[in-house]
């Protein structure tokens, strides 16, 4: 019988511990592939995050050192300077990166270091167990925001891939999202091609993917979906934020 | 014996630092240290080695996790408030169990304090300072020469036990000129076959301080303190002046303090006084084994440039067989010659 699908070599044997419906394991996927495809798994470190994806090193197939929370970004920089041969990235969540790492990662962008950074934005902090992160929509309930997320009160939430790209460090940055096979395909796309920009000797890249956290929203897997279009997609539109190639 | 140079403390760490095989420097300004991160910008570059500044101690810290992962000797440097900062990659460094050098040039606190020298984050170096069950092997120089010995020799502990080190001087130090002798030093660079280096040909490394089931957590805890037992038995290092079966009145005093300790044990000898001094060189271990017998001892007085940190350590290894009595300063104001000697003359009461 001829295999017409299988498991990326830059997976692991472990089973992942996502929740039911969350799309880490879709963007793991994505991750893994495009590591496979470029034939770079024998060179890349990967950095992971503190958050959902802390046990990421066990997920996948590669070197890989778990940092401190939101402090990846500084380590991928020290791992990436003491090797320049490798390729370095970071996986991280909205938390992770936009609040308490976000100095980290916006002086990462601002040195154009030389890594690769994808970042799961899904409005929430899921492994503490759902409170607001830097990301929460305006109005959006959390643990710590049971009332809905306030202006008044809250302030507002970050948009990084804008926020980002206006760094001339940034050398590309997109969003996508993973809610559909469609939209599969174009995160897969977008990932692939912030590790070329890597080997190609260029930074710093960064692919934000727009995810659901079922669980925490306190939805089915198929009503979360939904719930990203109407509420997540309007205020963190999808595209090219900076492409550096194309501008240069 | 090699040609003896004039070198500043802080350019005699960086100096030393390069000839012991470290390339990469990561460190964020602050006062009395800054020399040193000059120094290595300059150096760094012309060695082929890396140097950034970073956006914050914090991220410093975290740059030397990212390089010590990928098995470089990696070093970074500042003074008291800065690395408080730090605390949280050293727990980290030590949960990973990563080899790296970590300078703290003194300043005094608590809070922004001042910039004056003081010793007053010894306990912060010896007892923890971030979360967890962790010790930091911490080497405290007394001397320009020393500084070139001490760096060394912590790159080298650090990469024997797989472990973070502490080099722990004041801002005395870091702005004192000395002549050292540079000598011929080769440091022996292990393999470090679990650092990260891309997988090919091998399983993939894995770097973490995460052990999130408890039976895993304690044994990796005691892994941690086996490793300390060993270090705790193997590199005690310390100084005996004048220390002999005839000391009646013994001074214990570390780094800068130690210099005016000393000469207060010589004038008090010219007094007929037999008094004699200990300088503990690793802060930890302490140097237990220098109090193994207190022979004629009547009494014992540590002094420090704090309010009385190593005077507890002292006072555990003595345990109350004699008096330990503790005389400091804080603030950036340094005991004097002459106040220490009052002190001496004061134990024989």
């Known amino acids: 019988m001829q295999k017409v699908f299988e498991k990326p070599v830059s997976i692991d044997e472990k089973p992942f511990s996502y929740c039911a419906g969350c799309t880490h394991g879709i963007i793991h996927r994505l991750v893994a592939e495009s590591i496979d495809e470029l034939g770079i798994r024998e060179k890349v470190i990967g950095v992971a995050p503190v958050g959902c994806s802390v046990f990421a090193y066990e997920f996948f197939n590669f070197d890989m050192c778990s940092a401190a929370h939101g402090r990846a970004p500084a380590v991928a920089t020290g791992i990436k300077r003491a090797r320049p041969e490798n390729i370095v990235f970071t996986y991280q969540g909205d938390g992770d990166l936009a609040a308490i790492g976000t100095a980290e990662i916006v002086h990462a962008a601002a040195r154009a270091e030389k890594i690769t950074t994808i970042f799961v934005n899904n409005a929430i902090y899921g492994m503490t167990g759902g409170q607001m992160a830097p990301t929460t929509l305006v109005g959006q309930k959390t643990d710590t925001t049971p009332y809905g997320r306030k202006v008044e009160n809250q302030g507002y939430p970050i948009k990084v891939a804008e926020m980002l790209s206006t760094l001339e460090g940034a050398n590309y940055i997109e969003r996508v999202t993973v809610i559909s096979p469609a939209h599969v395909n174009k995160a897969k796309a977008a990932i692939k091609k912030a590790f070329q920009y890597q080997i190609e000797g260029k930074g710093f890249n960064l692919i934000e993917v727009l995810s659901t956290c079922p669980s925490c929203w306190g939805m089915s897997p198929i009503k979360a979906i939904e719930w990203l279009k109407a509420n997540m997609i309007p205020h963190y539109p999808l595209g090219v934020y900076k492409d550096g190639a194309k501008t240069e | 014996m090699g040609e003896k140079v004039l070198m500043k403390g802080n350019e005699a760490i960086g100096e030393a630092a390069v000839s012991a095989g470290c390339r990469h420097f990561f460190g964020y300004p602050i006062t009395p240290q800054s020399e040193l991160p000059a120094y290595l910008a300059k150096k760094m570059p012309l060695v082929g080695g890396v140097f950034l500044q970073a956006e914050s101690e914090i991220s410093a810290i975290n740059m030397v996790y990212g390089a010590a992962c990928a098995g470089v000797r990696v070093m ?27 300078c703290n040039v003194q300043r005094a606190g608590p ?83 679990w650092a990260l280096s891309g997988c090919e040909g091998r399983a993939k490394n894995t770097v973490t301080s995460i052990w999130i089931n408890p039976e895993e957590m304690e044994r990796h805890n005691i892994h941690l303190q086996e490793k300390y037992a060993e270090i705790k038995k193997n590199e005690q290092r310390w100084e005996n002046f004048h220390f002999d079966d005839e000391a009646e009145f013994l001074v214990v005093a570390h780094g800068s303090m130690a210099r005016i300790a000393k000469s207060a044990v010589i004038k008090a000898r010219e007094e007929g006084i037999k008094a004699s001094l200990i300088r503990p060189i690793t802060l930890w271990p302490f140097p237990e084994n220098a109090f193994s017998s207190l022979k004629s001892l009547k009494k014992i007085l540590v002094v420090e440039m704090n309010m009385g940190q190593m005077v507890e350590d002292v006072r555990l290894v003595v345990n109350g067989r004699i008096p330990v009595e503790f005389f400091g300063r804080a603030g950036g104001m340094f005991p004097t010659v002459e106040q220490t000697l009052g002190k001496i003359r004061g134990l024989i009461k």
């Open chain 2, 111 to 193: 809070g922004l304090g001042t910039i004056q020298p003081s010793q007053a984050d010894y306990f912060q170096a010896v007892k923890g300072g971030g979360h967890g069950d962790y010790r930091l092997i911490t080497l405290s120089p007394s001397s320009v020469q020393e500084i070139i010995d001490l760096i060394r020799l912590g790159f080298d502990l650090a990469d024997k036990y797989k472990t973070p080190a502490m080099f722990l001087a004041d801002g005395m130090l870091g702005q004192l000129m000395e002549p050292v002798d540079l000598g011929e030093y080769k440091s022996e660079i292990k393999e470090k076959p």
């Open chain 2, 76 to 102: 970074t440097s500042s003074s008291s408030p800065g690395v408080s900062l730090k605390q949280e990659g050293i727990s980290y460094l030590a949960g990973a169990e990563l080899p790296v050098l970590v």
